[in-house]
Nanobody, 125 residues
């Protein structure tokens, strides 16, 4: 079955950087919309960034200019580079793969796709 495994989370001080990876099995990252989501305690899950099959990217306003989503087709892996981290970026981060090549509203709202188990990111002030 399709598997998504996130790694790279951890603890960092505000202003620091972290890089997340998502290794995908049995599903081509190059052919589908891929995304990163996050959920903080007591809050709803929110979309952070997505990347469609054509390489078009979309970011939540809160992370624009600080986060970068990318993929390595040969490694079938999705990445999220996070810079200038803030305490409000603390959350469980999830990798997801859409069922379509383009990023749909359903996917961006977290209602569809394949999902990983998540990796924790904690930013201290």
């Amino acid at each position: 079955q399709v598997q998504l495994v996130e790694s790279g989370g951890g603890s960092v001080q505000a202003g620091g950087s972290l890089g997340l990876s998502c290794a995908v099995s049995r599903y081509a990252v190059s052919a589908h919309c891929m995304g990163w989501f996050r959920q903080a305690p007591g809050k709803e899950r929110e979309g952070v960034a997505n990347l469609d099959d054509d390489g078009n990217t979309n970011y939540a306003d809160s992370v624009k200019g600080r986060f970068t989503i990318s993929r390595d087709n040969a490694k079938n892996t999705l990445y999220l580079e996070m810079n200038s981290l803030k305490p409000e970026d603390s959350a469980m981060y999830y990798c997801a793969a859409a069922w379509t090549s383009r990023c749909t509203t359903s996917f961006w709202s977290g209602r569809s796709g394949y999902w990983g188990q998540g990796t924790q990111v904690t930013v201290s002030s």
